[in-house]
């Protein structure tokens, strides 16, 4: 079956402007993660959730980064106010509940 | 804070050798151990996961041990291949967070030499 998909694959923006990453998970996997990879870093934690609610937040660095998942499905991801340290690669797992984590290819995010 | 420690961060091996990628962490109470290949550009594909309460999981040319006590897990790769140049990353969960999030060291940078 399809795996996690992620759109856009790149995306550039200017300081200051907002941007949405999108993620679409395997079809049936109810724990969705967003994570975010710096050059030459492993991926760090952002969001988790379980359905539609953001069930562990903790990653998140500050109030500019928010992310939804309405039908408990696909997740959008979004940044406010981007600033030039927010240029990384935004990954995206899904998951079956505490299964393992089936990762997207990411989305390229860079900030100018 | 759980953390996690690849060594080495870069590694350049000639085609056929057997190989050791190790990775440690602080806190000895996971859930589980992944260990992750990233190919340039592309998103992470996990190669073996080895559950707290197992000693080594094996696929192919590949074989992770944990040993939880020392806070320890290895990649071996036998019989290395051009083909298995990638980033090697390690990643566990640790069993305090419910939200089973993945930690993850840096990496390890593997060229194999044709």
């Known amino acids: 079956g399809a795996g996690v998909s992620q759109t856009p694959s790149n995306k550039v923006t200017e300081k200051g402007k907002y941007v949405e990453l999108r993620c679409d998970p395997i079809s049936g996997h109810t724990a969705l993660y967003w994570y975010r990879q710096s050059l030459g870093q492993g991926p760090e934690f952002l969001i988790y959730f379980q359905g539609t609610g953001a069930a562990d937040d903790s990653g998140l660095p500050n109030d500019r980064f928010f992310a939804v998942r309405p039908e408990g499905s696909v997740s959008t991801l979004k940044i406010q106010r981007t600033e030039r340290g927010d240029s990384a690669v935004y990954l995206c797992?899904?998951?079956?509940?505490?299964?393992?984590?089936?990762f997207g290819p990411g989305t390229r995010l860079t900030v100018l | 804070k759980q953390e996690v420690t690849q060594i080495p961060a870069a590694l350049s091996v000639p085609e056929g050798e057997n190989l050791v990628l190790n990775c440690s962490f602080t806190d000895s109470a996971i859930y589980n151990l992944q260990w992750f290949r990233q190919d340039p550009g592309k998103g992470l594909t996990s190669l073996l996961l080895i559950q707290s309460s197992q000693r080594e999981q094996t696929s192919g040319r590949l074989n992770a041990s944990l040993d939880k006590s020392s806070g320890r897990s290895t990649l071996y790769i036998a019989a290395s291949q051009p083909g298995d140049s990638a980033t090697y990353l390690c990643a566990v969960t640790y069993s305090g967070a419910g939200s089973y999030q993945l930690t993850f060291g840096k990496g390890t940078k593997l060229s194999v030499i044709p």
């Open positions: 797992a899904s998951s079956e509940s505490q299964g393992k984590q089936y």
